[in-house]
């Protein structure tokens, strides 16, 4: 089946980093994607990861792929209180059938 | 600012009212797509749109009729729906789904049936 699983809640102080955390099943996933949804809006994408690489940096965003143990994770250096929503992993299960995880909400404080 | 624009941003309806909502990209995306999502949880896809084809319809109630008009819009009409149908509707492209590329949601519509 398909079941994308992430923590719930992180909470980091401005300046430190936060890691967010996405266990997906679908060994077939060929792209792997990091959505960020603020509060009312849709969602916004930050980052993808094709599934023959292992890491990918863009800026502040660092994503770490482990394909074996199929755990994704996304690093955000020098977290701003901007950066404060909830964080959306989701796996490509072919033809654009993108799973969804549950979604992690990150809590940026002063 | 989201390159996929939906309209209109709000919509209250009752059970008995016939309402649409709209999408436009000017993308250049062949792959067209309707997500529903209800507080607290993640997307849930609705349909998908390739090449202004009904592609896939997750055996979604009648209820939710949509219709692809051409490359750059997609409508979701509504008719009878029901309390449990409040939710946000969010609409998204893509190039032509067999290219694995990223999908791009625009900021969508909060639906509240009354």
């Known amino acids: 089946g398909e079941d994308v699983e992430q923590s719930l809640f992180l909470s980091v102080r401005e300046g430190d980093s936060s890691v967010i955390n996405c266990t997906y099943t679908?060994?077939?996933?060929?792209?792997l994607y990091w959505y960020k949804q603020e509060p009312g809006a849709g969602l916004q994408l930050l980052t993808y990861?094709?599934?023959?690489?292992d890491m990918k940096q863009d800026q502040r965003l660092t994503v770490l792929l482990n394909k074996k143990d199929k755990h994704l994770s996304l690093r955000i250096a020098d977290t701003q209180t901007g950066d404060s929503a909830i964080y959306f992993c989701?796996?490509?299960?072919?033809?654009?059938?993108?799973?969804f995880g549950t979604g992690t909400r990150l809590l940026v404080s002063p | 600012d989201t390159e996929v624009t939906q309209t209109p941003k709000h919509l209250v309806m009752g059970m008995t009212n016939k309402k649409s909502l709209k999408c436009e990209q000017h993308?250049?995306?062949?792959?067209m797509y309707w997500y529903k999502q209800k507080a607290k949880k993640p997307p849930e896809l609705m349909f998908v749109?390739?090449?202004?084809?009904?592609?896939i319809n997750e055996s979604v109630p009648s209820r939710f009729s949509p219709e692809c008009p051409n490359s750059s819009l997609l409508n979701l009409h509504l008719h009878a729906l029901q309390p449990e149908d409040s939710a946000l509707y969010l609409c998204?492209?893509?190039?032509?789904?067999?290219?694995?590329?990223?999908?791009?949601f625009g900021n969508g519509t909060r639906l509240t049936v009354t």
């Open positions: 989701a796996e490509s299960t072919g033809f654009q059938k993108l799973v």
């Open positions: 993308m250049g995306h062949r792959a």
């Open positions: 998204a492209s893509s190039l032509p789904a067999d290219y694995n590329s990223p999908l791009h």
């Open positions: 990861i094709f599934s023959n690489m």
């Open positions: 749109y390739s090449y202004e084809k009904l592609s």
């Open positions: 679908d060994s077939s996933s060929t792209y």
